[in-house]
């Protein structure tokens, strides 16, 4: 596995090592032993798996008194996936990074505590996978504005996203409860 590192020095591209041939391909996306050697030393409580259509956007999520670290990856289709750092002591506040993830590239992205986490599905149709290492927590569950002026995040959109009502309600990052 190789560590890629983005503008927000905790939020990592990962990309695994795949072994393709005639027959397909085998990639191992999660290694104990391996995220250790890299430096991760994760303790995943929970997978999740959600399929959506071209246009839906989900998020920006996170969970206030028991933050989610997330590692994520795409295993249909294709999303561009979206970090906004909520650490207010952090030198990168406010923040955003964006990747693209895809079945194709088969990257993964590392999203720490502390951030809130969207996507925005590119192909007509995506399963996107996550582990966590906190659990689902509905009643500690907030949502920032996806489109907040504050934080600019330059989805790449073609007109107005597919949104739930959740994430139609998101707080203004100025407004929101952040750690």
Same mark, same amino acid.
């Given at each position: 596995?190789?560590?890629?590192?983005t503008?927000?020095?905790?939020?990592?591209?990962?990309?695994? !090592?795949?072994?393709?041939?005639?027959?397909?391909?085998f990639?191992?996306?999660?290694?104990?032993? $391996?995220?250790?050697?890299? &430096?991760?030393?994760?303790?995943?409580?929970?997978?999740?798996q959600?399929?959506?259509a071209?246009g839906?956007?989900r998020?920006l999520?996170?969970?206030?008194r028991?933050?989610? &670290?997330k590692?994520? !990856?795409? $295993?249909r &289709?294709?999303?561009?996936d979206?970090?906004?750092?909520? !650490?207010?002591?952090s030198?990168?506040?406010g !923040?955003w990074?964006?990747?693209?993830l895809?079945?194709?590239?088969?990257?993964?992205?590392?999203?720490?505590?502390?951030f809130?986490h969207?996507f925005?599905?590119?192909?007509?149709l995506?399963?996107?996978?996550?582990?966590t $290492?906190?659990y689902?927590?509905?009643?500690?569950?907030?949502?920032i504005?996806?489109?907040?002026?504050?934080?600019?995040?330059?989805?790449?959109?073609?007109?107005?996203?597919t949104?739930?009502?959740?994430d139609?309600?998101? $707080?203004p990052l100025?407004?929101?409860?952040?750690?």
């Amino acid at each position: 596995m190789k560590l890629v590192p983005t503008s927000i020095s905790d939020v990592l591209i990962i990309e695994p !090592r795949v072994f393709g041939d005639a027959r397909g391909f085998f990639l191992e996306s999660w290694n104990r032993r $391996t995220f250790a050697d890299l &430096g991760l030393s994760l303790d995943f409580v929970q997978d999740n798996q959600s399929r959506s259509a071209k246009g839906v956007l989900r998020g920006l999520h996170y969970q206030l008194r028991q933050p989610q &670290g997330k590692l994520v !990856r795409v $295993t249909r &289709g294709a999303v561009f996936d979206v970090a906004v750092d909520l !650490r207010s002591p952090s030198p990168t506040f406010g !923040r955003w990074e964006g990747v693209e993830l895809s079945a194709e590239n088969q990257r993964m992205l590392w999203i720490p505590p502390g951030f809130a986490h969207g996507f925005l599905v590119l192909s007509d149709l995506a399963d996107f996978c996550y582990k966590t $290492t906190a659990y689902y927590s509905p009643e500690d569950e907030r949502c920032i504005q996806w489109n907040d002026p504050e934080i600019g995040i330059r989805w790449p959109l073609d007109g107005e996203p597919t949104l739930s009502p959740k994430d139609r309600a998101g $707080t203004p990052l100025l407004a929101a409860e952040v750690y």
